[in-house]
């Protein structure tokens, strides 16, 4: 066959732009192309040095060097190094005593910053291979026409300008504008989100601004050929494609921050500040006194540096989210990125996609009409397991109306998809067109699969399904030697060629009354988003065989929601959490889908893609909280909402599993993608992985979130306010000119003595009443009102009961002030012990927390003691730490002393509860 040709000059410049709607001819005069005999090697190698080879470039990957040294850009931890380098010059400076006694500060220190990085490199490694997952979704070869031959080739070495040779189940390896199609479609559910074939027609007149869906002379690389075969032109190769494109804008999406990972480095500038300042005013005033030496001053500096710098922090912080992301496993959710863990607990916007997250993806009948009565198809996907209802009665599949028989014996016969089981998940899954499929399972449901039927039924011809005709037919021949013709196709095209109706009581001349009941309920189905197909059949048919039809009826079939998901979308309305479809499917069928879900609210709204391009960005952020679901909508335009959304101050959580929902999963502030349906580019870009692919298990991440963030908050307040009492008591020891605690001895208390407490405090229990809350405001800082009072405090209690010890020692006892420091390092240890179990609540009593014990934190507190306790009593330690053999008087100062904290606690935190009740308006932070 050859088209005619024009001449590259005749045709406008921009044509390749939108090859979707010029004609055949025009691409082939503007490629040179040949449809007989294809390019020439000279051609293949002049355009492979023009365009490049076909495929996406490789994602930039950091190198592993440069991931470890990011781990010290913290400002806590850059402070922890320069107190590690004033402590090498102390060292160097004292010239007396052993290597570990001068230079044991600044190891200790590099140790913790080094342990630090390497635990944040170890949980942070991970390959960013969203653009490799593309590489290997992309077809391996290409059928097409070289040098006058049908050649298959890699699919790497396609240049625009071959000819592409398509049949049924290849993977399009480019983007190529058809030729000629015969009964061809395709399935782009991972580009465009519909969970149907898509239609192709090569002479189709399509508009210059259609959605990539609505792109009929088109198909595109990584989809698959479901039916038919064709000839296409190679119009666009590796990143030019649209999966090139969509790879283009994963790999320009900014890794940006989640908002706990925001707070804490702000928290950490904060901190860094405060050390800086107060070390440098008692520098200067030990410098203003001249009693003692610049060394000593600033190792008394470097002291309260490191007492101010809660060193533990990003470790436990991490540990906490990692066990989290455990938990989170055991429902379900995989966490790809540490900080997600947490960040869903905060997202306030879900932006789901329908096909595969909200629904199954699995076309399923679900209502059929025959013989004027209606059915309700019961089960699930493509599960041949299921049932027929008539009003709210079962059928007996032994016993089914001749009408039901009839379409469901052509539902099985006029089709050409197959089912089988997964054998990853067992599941079922259709091989061939998903309507196809779900008609196949429909006559499975009644004990009449196509198997079955074949033994009694013998396919002799077929009339293949066209775009133009709408319509398929099979021809059967019976084992009474009839032939029949099974017919299927839309309402409109095959009502007007029946002249007979299959009714409850036989075969008769169709009237107008029962044309005009069919037509109803046809549009009764579709007023429900139902896509319907008619069915009917000519038992010994001569001439034309789509001719003088017997209808048989109507089956009405929708891509159902998943199973929890209503039950999860209320739970979301309940924590405050808005959740919004953004979809490639059709504006009706999305709308219907989310009034069964119960997504939408009367005063809600819907939008389309091509409605989307006409409005600007600040009339789609005027609309932005009206608008319930977004349809026919783009990869860029779905990204183009996220980022809206994020304008507007919200945290967002984008779910998907295609395609074209990676770039706006990797824009999200936490990306889900789903494990078993979706496809790898979607898991790669994600944050978190579902791996039951239910919308529903998001709800338990949602709650498990919330869960850490709390705890988080706990013992950021426990270590803020225990590192507080060891600021007031180095400062105003310091200022007095009375031994300090040692850098090591506070590291000591702020890693080994309160480290596992405050893991335990990331573990306590969840909140029952947390998923009754709104998320908390983006807005809001790390701790609340009350925690930021609670630290100083608590800082001036325990730093005070240290500095008691030492105004209980006889003026001028150098040697009692040492045996002072030696109690209060102990006292400053214990004190956080028994200060942790008011951590549990920032109001509540400690008789009323629920439930009253919490063994992690007793069994927490119990060997963070005993721990302590060898510190102090091994006498081959004693020397290391610089601690002394206490007294039993002692003992009992320090013990008694310790626990002040639990009653000055409780009499704040009551004060606390009255004046929030006299407070008109309270809430809980």
Not at 28 to 50: F, H, I, P, Y
Not at 301 to 330: N, Y
Not at 683 to 695: E, G, S, T
Request: glycine share 8%.
């Amino acid at each position: 066959m050859r088209l005619p040709s024009l001449t590259p000059s005749a045709m406008p410049l921009d044509i390749m732009s939108i090859p979707h709607a010029g004609k055949p001819q025009d691409f082939v005069a503007l490629l040179k192309a040949n449809l007989d005999d294809g390019l020439t090697s000279d051609q293949v190698k002049q355009r492979l040095q023009e365009y490049g080879p076909n495929k996406l470039p490789d994602p930039p990957k950091k190198s592993r060097l440069l991931q470890f040294l990011e781990q010290f850009i913290n400002p806590l931890v850059l402070t922890l190094l320069a107190a590690a380098i004033v402590a090498v010059v102390v060292g160097f400076s004292n010239s007396t005593g052993s290597v570990l006694s001068r230079f044991g500060d600044a190891i200790a220190i590099l140790l913790i910053v080094v342990l630090n990085a390497l635990l944040g490199y170890v949980q942070e490694r991970r390959a960013a291979a969203a653009l490799d997952a593309l590489q290997k979704m992309t077809a391996p070869s290409a059928r097409v026409r070289r040098d006058g031959q049908t050649v298959v080739i890699p699919a790497a070495e396609l240049v625009p300008g071959d000819i592409l040779e398509l049949d049924t189940g290849d993977a399009i390896p480019a983007d190529a504008r058809l030729l000629q199609s015969i009964n061809l479609a395709t399935e782009e559910a991972m580009l465009t989100g519909e969970s149907t074939a898509s239609s192709k027609d090569a002479e189709a007149v399509v508009d210059e601004v259609a959605p990539i869906g609505d792109r009929e002379t088109m198909v595109f690389m990584a989809t698959t050929i479901v039916r038919g075969k064709g000839r296409a032109l190679v119009v666009a190769t590796g990143p030019k494609t649209e999966l090139g494109r969509i790879g283009e804008m994963i790999n320009k999406a900014v890794d940006e921050k989640t908002p706990l990972e925001q707070r804490l480095e702000s928290f950490g500038k904060r901190i860094l500040w405060g050390c800086l300042a107060i070390s440098v005013v008692l520098f200067a005033w030990g410098m203003f006194r001249g009693e003692r030496s610049w060394s000593e001053l600033l190792l008394e500096a470097v002291s309260l540096a490191v007492a101010a710098i809660p060193e533990g922090l990003p470790a436990i912080t991490t540990i906490t989210l990692a066990l989290g992301m455990q938990r989170m496993a055991k429902h379900g959710a995989i966490v790809r990125k540490l900080p997600a863990v947490e960040t869903l607990g905060a997202a306030s916007i879900i932006c789901t996609d329908k096909t595969g997250t909200l629904t199954q993806n699995e076309m399923t009948v679900r209502q059929c009409w025959a013989g004027g009565q209606q059915y309700t198809v019961l089960g699930q996907g493509y599960d041949p397991q299921g049932s027929f209802e008539i009003d709210g009665k079962a059928v007996d599949p032994d016993a089914l109306p001749a009408p039901l028989d009839y379409l469901l014996a052509t539902a099985a016969l006029c089709n050409n998809a197959s089912l089988d089981r997964d054998p990853e998940t067992g599941g079922w899954r259709v091989i061939g067109d998903p309507t196809e499929g779900a008609l196949l399972t429909l006559s499975a449901k009644a004990g009449r699969s196509r198997e079955h039927m074949a033994l009694s039924q013998r396919v002799v011809s077929e009339v293949p399904f066209d775009s133009d005709r709408k319509r398929m037919t099979v021809i059967t021949l019976d084992q009474h030697g009839r032939q029949i013709a099974h017919v299927k196709g839309s309402v409109d095209v095959l009502l007007p060629r029946c002249v007979k109706f299959a009714g409850l009581h036989g075969v008769r001349p169709i009237s107008k009354e029962e044309r005009d009941a069919i037509m109803a309920e046809a549009e009764r189905m579709s007023r429900q988003a139902l896509r319907v197909l008619a069915l009917a059949r000519r038992v010994s048919p001569e001439g034309d065989p789509e001719e003088e039809l017997t209808f048989l009826g109507l089956v009405g079939m929708i891509d159902p929601p998943r199973v929890g998901v209503k039950e999860a979308i209320a739970t979301c309305k309940k924590a405050g959490v808005r959740a919004v479809m953004i979809t490639g499917d059709h504006k009706l069928t999305a709308v219907a889908i989310a009034h069964e879900l119960g997504l939408w609210d009367d005063d809600d709204e819907a939008i389309t893609g091509a409605e989307l391009q006409t409005i600007s960005t600040e009339q789609l952020r005027e609309r932005l909280m009206k608008v319930r679901v977004f349809a026919r909508t783009t990869a860029e335009q779905k990204l183009r909402i996220v980022k809206a959304y994020k304008a507007l101050g919200h945290v967002v959580a984008m779910t998907g599993d295609g395609v074209n929902d990676a770039p706006a999963l990797q824009e999200a502030h936490i990306g889900v993608a789903m494990g078993r349906g979706g496809t790898d580019v979607a898991r790669q870009a994600a944050d978190l992985v579902l791996a039951d692919d239910n919308f529903a298990t998001i709800v338990e991440a949602v709650r498990e979130g919330r869960a850490i963030y709390r705890n988080i908050q706990k013992f950021i307040f426990f270590l803020l306010s225990s590192n507080m009492g060891l600021c007031v008591a180095v400062f105003v020891l310091a200022f007095k000119g009375w031994p300090p605690l040692t850098p090591l001895m506070i590291l000591w208390i702020n890693l080994v003595t309160n480290g596992l407490p405050a893991l335990a405090l990331g573990v306590d229990p969840p909140d029952p009443k947390q998923m009754s809350e709104p998320p908390r405001s983006s807005g809001l800082g790390l701790l609340g009102h009350r925690e930021l009072w609670g630290i100083p405090f608590v800082g001036v209690v325990m730093g005070g009961m240290a500095v008691l010890l030492y105004m209980l020692v006889p003026e001028g006892s150098q040697e009692g002030l040492l045996f002072a420091r030696n109690c209060a390092f102990t006292l400053l240890a214990l004190s956080p012990l028994m200060h942790s179990f008011s951590c549990r609540s920032s109001i509540g009593s400690i008789l009323g927390m629920r439930p009253f014990f919490s063994l992690p934190l007793i069994l927490a507190v119990a060997i963070s003691t005993a721990i302590h306790m060898v510190a102090v009593l091994v006498p081959s330690l004693q020397p290391v730490f610089k601690t002394h053999w206490m007294s039993g008087t002692e003992w009992s100062q320090v013990l008694l002393l310790s626990a002040v904290i639990i009653p000055a606690m409780e009499l704040i935190k009551a004060v606390t509860r009255i004046l929030e009740r006299a407070k008109p308006h309270t809430h809980a932070l």
